[in-house]
């Protein structure tokens, strides 16, 4: 079924304050249409509040590299890391999930398809988490970053996610920015037991 405009968040990274400021300004402009790129979990605070939300509101969800461990109880999630200190922390932050989601949340991403395949307009889309091949391939081609709600690298410490509106040229695409408690979760992220570099990073959005 083809609808006019879709909303597309990824990568939550376990900020249930993020992923709810996203989807309010998402109900505010009136998109009824959400699809979720994946990665649920990891590196934040809320796994399980997280995917309890996005069963909540029944949003079609694909697996990240991170559900797709988690979800498996894989102590691996094929994460680029460009430093030993990246991958030991990143190492710190698996384990970390793997111990705090609960089961119910793990049974949800195991089920997660790879890729989903939709229509804005008559603009057909593939969404994928990586590549159309792997997901946790991270290739020289992008089509559509789609930005991250829960865990920005650009320097904008606010949540990401793309609109696609139908239009005669095929898709337009816009990049939503929302404000929440950043510095609250950081605290969070400090005082659960993730590393305390995950605080910084969401400060800084690095």
Same mark, same amino acid.
């Given at each position: 079924?083809?609808?006019?405009?879709?909303?597309? =968040?990824?990568?939550?990274?376990?900020?249930?304050?993020?992923?709810q400021?996203?989807?309010?300004?998402?109900d505010?402009?009136? =998109?009824?249409?959400?699809?979720? &790129?994946?990665? @649920?979990?990891?590196?934040?605070?809320?796994?399980? !509040?997280?995917?309890?939300?996005?069963? !909540?509101?029944? =949003?079609?969800?694909?697996?990240?590299?991170?559900?797709?461990?988690?979800?498996?109880?894989?102590?691996?999630?094929?994460? *680029?890391?460009?430093?030993?200190?990246?991958?030991?922390?990143?190492?710190?932050?698996?384990?970390?999930?793997?111990?705090?989601?609960?089961?119910?949340?793990?049974?949800?991403?195991?089920?997660?398809?790879?890729? @989903?395949?939709?229509?804005?307009?008559?603009?057909?889309?593939?969404?994928?988490?990586?590549s159309?091949?792997?997901?946790?391939?991270?290739?020289?081609?992008?089509?559509?970053?789609c930005?991250?709600v829960?865990k920005?690298?650009? &320097?904008?410490?606010?949540?990401?996610? *793309?609109i696609?509106?139908?239009?005669?040229?095929?898709?337009?695409v816009t990049?939503e920015?929302?404000?929440?408690?950043?510095? *609250?979760?950081?605290?969070?992220?400090?005082?659960?037991?993730?590393?305390?570099?995950?605080?910084?990073?969401?400060? *800084?959005?690095?």
């Open positions: 079924m083809s609808v006019d405009t879709v909303a597309v =968040i990824t990568d939550i990274h376990g900020n249930l304050p993020a992923l400021a996203a989807l309010a300004r998402i505010e402009l009136d =998109i009824t249409t959400v699809y979720c &790129g994946g990665d @649920l979990v990891g590196y934040g605070p809320h796994p399980n !509040e997280v995917c309890a939300l996005i069963a !909540e509101r029944g =949003i079609p969800t694909i697996y990240g590299n991170y559900d797709y461990a988690i979800g498996r109880d894989v102590d691996d999630c094929g994460c *680029a890391y460009i430093t030993p200190a990246d991958r030991e922390l990143g190492q710190r932050s698996v384990e970390w999930t793997l111990a705090n989601t609960d089961q119910a949340s793990k049974d949800l991403m195991r089920e997660l398809p790879f890729d @989903l395949q939709f229509q804005v307009g008559a603009t057909d889309v593939h969404l994928v988490h990586g159309p091949r792997k997901v946790h391939e991270y290739g020289d081609v992008l089509f559509v970053n930005g991250s829960g920005p690298k650009d &320097g904008d410490p606010r949540g990401a996610f *793309a696609l509106r139908a239009s005669e040229a095929g898709a337009d990049i920015r929302v404000e929440y408690d950043v510095e *609250a979760v950081a605290r969070e992220v400090a005082a659960s037991g993730l590393p305390t570099e995950y605080a910084d990073k969401l400060l *800084a959005a690095g």
